[in-house]
């Protein structure tokens, strides 16, 4: 059964850094593309990156320039490493995957920039 543990979120000053991790289990990590979606309540979930099995990007345009998906495929693990943080970047993060038809959800990591 594919698992995510998702960490790294918490309270940030605007202008400030966080690094988001995502340790999967139950899956062939390294064959598939992997996203990081967030949510704020009452919108839709929505895409932030997404890095493929070779290790290309996308960005959503609202996040280029400031954020960084990446990937340990030794560690199951994927990265979203947040810069010059924005109060509109408070949200929970999510990572996903998708197997076939099947998305795949992680718990959530909530990231609120504040001062």
């Known amino acids: 059964q594919v698992q995510f543990v998702e960490s790294g979120g918490g309270l940030v000053q605007p202008g400030g850094s966080l690094r988001l991790s995502c340790v999967a289990s139950?899956?062939?990590?390294?064959?598939?593309?992997m996203g990081w979606y967030r949510q704020v309540p009452g919108k839709q979930r929505e895409l932030v990156a997404v890095?493929?099995?070779?290790?290309?990007?996308n960005y959503a345009d609202f996040v280029k320039g400031r954020f960084t998906i990446s990937r340990d495929n030794a560690k199951n693990t994927v990265y979203l490493q947040m810069n010059t943080l924005k109060p509109e970047d408070t949200a929970v993060y999510y990572c996903?995957?998708?197997?076939?038809?099947?998305?795949?959800w992680g718990q959530g990591t909530q990231v609120t920039v504040s001062s």
């Open positions: 890095i493929g099995s070779g290790g290309s990007t």
């Open positions: 996903n995957v998708k197997i076939v038809v099947r998305d795949y």
């Open positions: 139950g899956m062939i990590f390294s064959r598939y593309a």
